[in-house]
């Protein structure tokens, strides 16, 4: 299900928006995981209050 949400918005998001950044916080491994199992990693760190934000940027290794 996740999957195809993240796809779903893949698709359709970047008509609607000049630019798409899904973002993560460091440290959830089921995120960091599912990240990964999507042909995603970690890119630069986002600045803000709270936890560390992280985008979850496309890997060129794969996906």
């Not at 299900?1 to 918005?9: D, F, Q």
């Not at 999507?38 to 940027?57: Q, S």
Request: glycine letters at 12%; aromatic letters at 4%; one cysteine or more.
């Amino acid at each position: 299900m996740e999957r195809r949400l993240l796809r779903h918005a893949e698709e359709t998001l970047p008509a609607l928006y000049p630019s798409i950044r899904p973002e993560s916080f460091t440290g959830q491994t089921r995120a960091d995981a599912f990240c990964k199992a999507c042909g995603r990693e970690h890119g630069n760190r986002l600045e803000g209050e709270g936890p560390v934000e992280v985008e979850c940027i496309k890997s060129h290794k794969g996906g």
